[in-house]
Structure formats: C-alpha cells, structure tokens
C-alpha cells in the first residue's frame, strides 16, 4: 500500500478519494483499499515522514485533505523502486518470465 501511495503523489498533491482511484486505476484493479485501510496508511506514513498534510487548492471542498510527498519520501521512493528494479532484473537473468525483456534507461544516455 505504501509503494502505491507514494507512486500516486509522485503525479502531485491528491485527496484521499483522487488516491483511492489512483491507486485503483495503477494497479488496474488488482488493488482496491478501503478507506480504513488507506487513511490507516496515511497516518502512519505521515508519521514516518514521507507524506505530509498540504495546503488544498483554492475553491476546494473544505472537508477534503490533501497529501503530499515530502523530499524523505520521494528519496524513499526511489530507493523502493531500484530494489524492486533490481528483484525484476534478477528474475529476467533467470529467465522466469521469458517474454519479460528489461530495458533500463539511464540519466544522461
């Protein structure tokens, strides 16, 4: 769940529902959190530090909350997804999946 909240605000500031969605739509459907579950997730995750309450845009519906990424978790999300980078390249040497083919980009390339 906490992967794909943090993948959610990489995209930007959300309320809970647009996270919910989001999640839902990334996932196509093999995720789908209850509200328990997710604000259960948020509040933890705030206290972690990697999301933080911010500011909603103006005209808003006054009852919505908005999160956001602080720079601890966007740094904590990019350490997940090389992890997970480097489990899938593992699994591809091992040709486990043999219609998977790994292209990894790098920055300046």
């Given amino acids: ?21 989001s999640i839902e739509r990334e996932s196509e459907g093999g995720l789908k959190p209850g509200t328990g579950t997710l604000y259960a997730a948020l509040g933890r995750m705030i206290e972690e530090g990697v999301i933080e309450e911010v500011a909603r845009p103006a005209g808003e519906d006054s009852r919505r909350r908005y999160y956001g990424l602080t720079s601890q978790g966007r740094e904590a999300l990019q350490a997940e997804l090389r992890r ?22 790098t920055r300046g390339r």
């Fill in 84 to 105: 997970l980078a480097r489990v899938v390249e593992s699994g591809a040497a091992r040709e486990l999946l043999p219609e998977l083919r790994v292209v990894w980009r």
């Fill in 1 to 21: 769940m906490s992967l794909a909240v943090l993948l959610s605000l990489a995209e930007g500031d959300q309320h809970g529902y647009a996270l919910l969605k």
